[in-house]
């Protein structure tokens, strides 16, 4: 089984009241890795403008876990 890190960000309270909320985003992902033989051994979540925190602790978790090499995110402009 691969393993995979998964990603979520909404950038304004919009996006949040327009349906993009976290749990919008986790759950078509956690579909996915679920039908492709992945297993998420972590999350991580950076929510408004309040700076991408969990964007650079998800990269650090990554170089200590040389077996996950795969990042799911709803969007590739979540990781813009």
Do not use: W
């Not at 691969?2 to 304004?12: D, K, N, P």
């Not at 990269?59 to 813009?80: F, I, M, Q």
């Amino acid at each position: 089984m691969r393993e995979a890190v998964l990603y979520t960000r909404v950038s304004s309270k919009n996006q949040e009241r327009e349906g993009f909320s976290i749990p919008a985003h986790q759950a078509p992902l956690h579909s996915y890795a679920a039908k492709n033989n992945i297993a998420v051994v972590e999350e991580f979540i950076d929510v408004k403008r309040a700076g991408r925190t969990n964007f650079g602790r998800m990269h650090a978790y990554r170089r200590k876990r040389p077996t996950c090499r795969v990042v799911l995110v709803e969007k590739t402009d979540r990781l813009y």
